[in-house]
């Protein structure tokens, strides 16, 4: 197994389970948490300096778009909210129609309660969603939209904010936490530093790995690992650097790459607030989801809140004094915009984004309808996310958005959902694995990341991503 994150884990654990011995490689390290009582900005410094596990890749678009994902044991999903959608109906129904015929609702369901069950995944309590979540639940049920409590990994979690660095209770179920130690009760191993640089072939059939440990005690060190069953879950953007160092061939990898894009607003109001406290995405809105978008609060601390904040100088200290009232919340598109992962010289990639004007029209209602949110919350001030800072005192004032977004600088964020350059297909002419996420003619290699998704998801992906990942790992037993 390559990789240990949302797909990759979940694939090691179906396999595992089934009796199968696995090994997982991961490129990354494990990553410290935060200490219980440790000062969330002292502690958050102290594990990003340690370990590193952030990365960074910039999709060359306008305005250019950076791709943020972690390198580490557990992979990005160690280092999410913890954020749990089921794959949408209508997004299933979706794959059904272009030939994907797997995907049944009750066989989507029976993975989805599995999953469920296991983590296990349950909604924030209101003790632990923290004021930013009850403000953003005021605004959305006065406007009378349909929404609720974000369903997570984290049984137990007390609301202390820290999801993204490293839960001091390890309350939240991330893979290291949950498919990794049962894989390893069950006689798996586990390797990190573990740079896997080809997959090797022969005849049709997959063999195994080969690699170099890039971290660690056996820096340096060469491995090789032979194996009927190989499943490769590095993310949308990796994923394609490995397949074409391995010397694959399919015109669509690295195609049909989707981002997720999202757009951000602020608010600031005469209560008291602290945003850092409580779960950072603990309520949505699906009101909008069959337009392919949907609202989640997604509050953060005042190191990071304070980028968001408009103003230069005294201006932007004048806002930061007010940060004990402030929150924030995002809105994230289904793109149908495509983008594309090329291979430079020395292996690195090269991501490219063309944002499609319709995309960008569904990014401007939804900021527009996120400020309307804080307005019917009782904000004071509504900063929606730009380049240049904005400040709206009225819902009157929304209209000014629309200059944002003609001069194209609307965006400030950038994605966190990476999804589509090795997608599921019924042969090889139209995508890269087919409906059990097995290379197209290369029997035993599983793609089992956010790479293999057909479409973009409307929701956070995460488990989506777990849903193919123990799906194909079904279809691994049989090898």
């Known amino acids: 197994m390559i990789g240990s994150g949302a797909g990759g884990g979940a694939f090691a654990w179906g396999l595992a389970e089934a009796g199968k011995k696995v090994i997982i490689l991961e490129k990354g390290l494990p990553v410290a948490k935060l200490e219980e009582n440790e000062d969330p900005v002292e502690g958050a410094l102290r594990v990003i300096n340690q370990y590193q596990p952030f990365r960074v890749s910039l999709a060359l678009s306008t305005p250019a778009i950076p791709i943020l994902y972690a390198s580490c044991l557990g992979g990005s999903a160690a280092m999410n909210a913890g954020t749990c959608f089921r794959p949408p109906d209508h997004v299933i129904q979706k794959w059904r129609e272009d030939g994907l015929e797997v995907?049944?609702?009750?066989?989507?369901?029976?993975?989805?309660?599995?999953?469920?069950?296991?983590?296990?995944?349950?909604?924030?309590?209101?003790?632990?969603?923290?004021?930013?979540?009850?403000?953003?639940?005021?605004?959305?049920k006065a406007l009378g939209f349909s929404g609720g409590p974000v369903k997570r990994n984290a049984a137990g979690c007390r609301g202390c904010g820290s999801c993204v660095i490293g839960c001091p209770l390890n309350a939240k179920k991330a893979p290291h936490l949950s498919f990794i130690p049962r894989v390893q009760a069950l006689g798996g191993e586990v390797y990190t530093g573990a740079n896997v640089e080809r997959v090797e072939i022969e005849k049709g059939k997959v063999k195994g790995v080969r690699g170099t440990f890039m971290r660690g005690k056996m820096k340096g060190t060469k491995f090789k690992v032979t194996a009927p069953v190989v499943g490769l879950a590095a993310g949308a953007i990796w994923t394609p650097v490995i397949l074409v160092k391995s010397g694959l061939r399919n015109p669509h990898i690295g195609r049909h790459l989707h981002l997720h894009p999202?757009?951000?607003?602020?608010?600031?109001?005469?209560?008291?607030?602290?945003?850092?406290?409580?779960?950072?995405?603990?309520?949505?809105?699906?009101?909008?989801?069959?337009?392919?978008?949907?609202?989640?609060?997604?509050?953060?601390?005042?190191?990071?809140?304070?980028?968001?904040?408009?103003?230069?100088?005294?201006?932007?200290?004048?806002?930061?004094?007010?940060?004990?009232?402030?929150?924030?919340?995002?809105?994230?598109?289904?793109?149908?915009?495509?983008?594309?992962?090329?291979?430079?010289?020395?292996?690195?990639?090269?991501?490219?984004?063309?944002?499609?004007?319709?995309?960008?029209e569904k990014m401007r209602k939804a900021l527009k309808i996120l400020c309307q949110i804080y307005f019917a919350a009782g904000a004071k001030k509504v900063f929606p996310v730009h380049i240049g800072g904005l400040t709206l005192k009225s819902e009157k004032e929304l209209d000014k958005i629309d200059t944002l977004f003609e001069k194209r600088k609307f965006m400030l964020g950038g994605s966190l959902h990476p999804l589509g350059t090795c997608r599921m297909g019924t042969s090889p002419e139209n995508s890269v694995v087919n409906q059990f996420c097995e290379f197209h003619g290369i029997k035993g290699l599983f793609i089992v990341d956010g790479s293999v998704l057909p479409t973009s998801t409307a929701i956070n992906p995460q488990q989506t991503i777990m849903t193919l990942a123990l799906h194909a790992s079904g279809s691994g037993l049989n090898i």
């Open 103 to 140: 995907f049944t609702p009750d066989y989507v369901d029976k993975l989805s309660r599995k999953l469920e069950e296991f983590l296990p995944i349950e909604p924030v309590s209101r003790d632990a969603m923290g004021k930013s979540g009850i403000i953003f639940e005021r605004g959305i």
């Open 262 to 360: 999202g757009v951000v607003a602020g608010a600031i109001f005469d209560e008291e607030i602290e945003c850092w406290k409580g779960v950072p995405q603990s309520y949505y809105s699906d009101e909008y989801l069959h337009e392919g978008i949907i609202f989640l609060v997604g509050a953060v601390p005042p190191p990071i809140g304070g980028m968001l904040v408009p103003g230069c100088g005294i201006e932007h200290q004048r806002n930061m004094q007010e940060y004990i009232r402030f929150t924030d919340a995002g809105a994230l598109i289904s793109d149908t915009s495509e983008g594309r992962v090329r291979v430079m010289p020395g292996g690195l990639p090269l991501v490219s984004y063309k944002l499609l004007q319709s995309d960008i």
